[in-house]
């Protein structure tokens, strides 16, 4: 009995370092914690590791430490705003690769996104199956 | 005018018998027998049309005559006819032109030759008088014009000025309606993501959601659809507000009442945090402004102050000082104060950003804008000065008024 318990346990733990190394990453920044809820279910059920955040303060350090495949970009973000954070993130020798996902309300999103650097941009409202089909077009 | 003519001769017989030729002609006469009373006459009467001067005469000759005539600037102008009894030589007539003669005449004279002569250069003189008093007309004109010319590009600039100032408000009025614009659309399209996405997953896998999850989004859905009501009955009363004062009323009133009346409507938020208002506005300052507007700048301050003080921290100090024809009002905070950057994009369109409060209040973002506009509205300047950690001053000016 101790013994199946134990093998079932390290099986569990196994199966998750798998899921792991297999899911890939995303981080999300934006300031409404219902939209990072949203965002963090659909992506989850799709198998993406989600880390989301409501400030973009020491934003370098937070995502060298996840290294995510992938980043969705608010515009309106606390302290100084999305394209100011982008701009950061694509000056890092080490995070300039990971593809930014300019993410607003904002009805000049497109130019707002190529002011920032983005790679490209997802409009709010969205459709659901646009959120996953970009990010999954944007990750290598 | 009549036409003057001066007769110089030493012997009385000649004078007369000049007279007697042009008599019909109607000039006016000045007789003179020798040339020094010639130029003591010269210098008593003005305005001679001609000279008729003999050249043989004792004392002083007709070329010595003419030369004194001519030193004067004066008389340099009057033509002289020199009038000689003897045949003269070439050379005498070189001398005679010299001296400023613009004719001979010689005698005995005849009487037609004489009168054709004088003629001519009456009419000479009177032309040229009439030139010369055309030219002084017209140089009047001309100073009148130039005159008119410099009030005339004085106006143009001082319109010039007036317009590019009238452009600039006009610039800064166009992109804070832009800004609005952007704000509102904003803020309306933010909150319908999370409506959206919550209602559409609900509506996808209603049957495979656990009851929590089930939760979470109509959950979403409830705050959601508060929020953007609250935002819209917001935007209705801005909209209502901005119609019903379409017109900048300023009026006169005591700075320091004025204050105190809208800080009144604050203290109940204030004592929530625990935190004190101070009015350090002296009592004998006079402002001319909106009474509404100057409600509205102060309570958003005011309001701001508050947001980023932190619970039972320091009082939020409201003070003023006369500056010239204005006064400067500062609202100032002890509280968590800005970084540089928040600071710069302030009152920026792209970058703007609405900062969660010390007990995670929210804003529209639309609070400075309004009071920028109202203090520009009012010929006034807004800055603010803020340090992390160490609070937050900000300064507007309004005009005064002598009470």
């Known amino acids: 009995m101790h013994l199946i318990k134990y093998i079932w346990q390290n099986l569990q733990i196994h199966n998750r370092i798998i899921m792991e190394a297999q899911s890939k990453k995303i981080v999300l920044f934006d300031d409404d914690e219902d939209i990072l809820s949203i965002c963090s279910y659909i992506l989850s059920e799709a198998g993406w590791e989600v880390h989301a955040f409501t400030d973009c303060n ?11 495949d992938v980043i969705l970009m608010d515009n309106w973000i606390p302290d100084v705003g999305g394209i100011e954070t982008t701009r950061q993130l694509k000056n890092d020798p ?21 002011s920032a650097g983005a790679e490209t941009y997802l409009a709010k409202p969205f459709d659901l199956d646009d959120l996953q089909k970009k990010v999954n077009e944007y990750c290598l | 005018m009549p036409v003057k003519i001066l007769l110089v001769d030493d012997n009385e017989n000649n004078l007369l018998s000049i007279e007697v ?16 009373e010639a130029l003591r006459l010269l210098l008593k009467e003005e305005d001679f049309t001609l000279i008729l001067l003999d050249v043989k005469m004792p004392i002083m000759d007709g070329y010595e005559t003419a030369e004194l005539i001519y030193q004067r600037d004066k008389l340099k102008n009057i033509p002289i006819i020199f009038i000689t009894a ?15 003669a613009v004719d001979f005449i010689r005698k005995p004279f005849n009487p037609e030759i004489l009168r054709t002569k004088v003629a001519v250069f009456t009419e000479l003189y009177r032309k040229n008088r009439l030139l010369s008093q055309q030219e002084e007309k017209l140089q009047l004109i001309n100073s009148e014009l130039v005159q008119l010319n410099r009030e005339l590009e004085k106006r143009v600039l001082d319109r010039t000025i007036a317009l590019e100032k009238l452009n600039i408000e006009l610039t800064a009025l166009n992109s804070s309606k832009d800004k609005f614009l952007s704000v509102i659309s904003h803020d309306l399209r933010n909150p319908l993501t ?15 959601l656990k009851p929590e999850q089930i939760r979470m989004f109509s959950g979403i859905i409830n705050r959601t659809s508060q929020k953007i009501l609250n935002q819209l009955n917001e935007l209705v009363n801005w909209a209502k507000e901005q119609r019903e004062k379409p017109y900048f009323n300023p009026q006169k009133f005591e700075l320091r009442k004025g204050v105190e009346e809208s800080l009144e409507l604050l203290k109940a938020s204030a004592l929530q945090k625990r935190i004190q208002l101070d009015n350090l506005v002296p009592g ?16 958003n301050l005011v309001t701001n102050a508050i947001k980023f003080t932190p619970e039972g921290g320091k009082n939020v100090i409201v003070s003023a000082i006369k500056k010239g024809n204005g006064v400067e009002i500062c609202v100032k905070d002890f509280g968590v ?25 929210k804003g529209t973002g639309l609070g ?23 609070g937050t001053c900000f300064t507007f000016t309004l005009p005064t008024i002598e009470n």
């Open chain 2, 284 to 299: 004998d300052i006079y402002v001319h402004a909106d009474i509404m507007m100057f409600r509205s700048i102060l309570q």
């Open chain 2, 194 to 208: 999370s409506l959206l996405a919550s209602s559409a997953q609900l509506d996808r896998d209603a049957e495979k």
């Open chain 1, 94 to 114: 080490k995070l300039k690769a990971i593809p930014v996902i300019y993410f607003s309300a904002n009805s000049d999103i497109h130019e707002l996104a190529a």
């Open chain 1, 58 to 68: 020491n934003v370098i350090e937070r995502v060298r430490k996840i290294m995510p």
């Open chain 2, 337 to 361: 104060g800005m970084s540089e950057k928040i600071k710069d994009v302030l009152f920026d369109k792209m970058n703007s950003t609405s900062n969660v409060g010390t007990n995670s209040e």
């Open chain 2, 86 to 100: 003897h045949d003269y030589e070439e050379a005498a007539v070189f001398k005679g032109y010299r001296a400023g």
């Open chain 2, 21 to 36: 030729v042009l008599q019909k002609e109607k000039y006016e006469f000045y007789r003179a027998t020798s040339g020094r």
């Open chain 2, 368 to 390: 400075l804008l309004l009071v920028r506009d109202f203090v520009v509205q009012h010929g006034g300047t807004i800055s603010v000065e803020s340090d992390e950690q160490a």
